[in-house]
């Protein structure tokens, strides 16, 4: 689905628009989609990861407990991996990120 997205928006991209409000949603949509794209795959990676645990688990080599820490601890870790690539990489949350960040400290 993020590839189609990605293919799907640059289509559109190249497509010319008269108005300026559509050009700006189009821009937002190509944004957004390279965003989630770029999210999904680390996301994924992290996902990867914490299944890594689970092998370990069948393959008899860690208890149980260290099993659902691990896999709390890769959830947490993916979540505020994923929250930050976003607010990161998309300029609009950036900027509001930055203005709330200076009235909360």
Known sequence: C????????????????????????????????????????????????ATLWVWLYVLDLVP????????????TVNCGIVGYL???KHEGARKRTIVLSRFCC
């Open 2 to 49: 993020m590839i189609f997205g990605r293919k799907f928006t640059r289509r559109i991209n190249a497509v010319h628009h008269s108005s300026l409000n559509a050009k700006y949603q189009i821009k937002e949509a190509s944004t957004v989609s390279h965003i989630i794209f770029v999210v999904g795959f680390v996301s994924l990676c992290c996902k990867m990861t």
């Open 86 to 88: 976003f607010i990161w």
């Open 64 to 75: 149980f407990s260290v099993i659902t820490t691990s896999a709390v601890m890769m959830h």
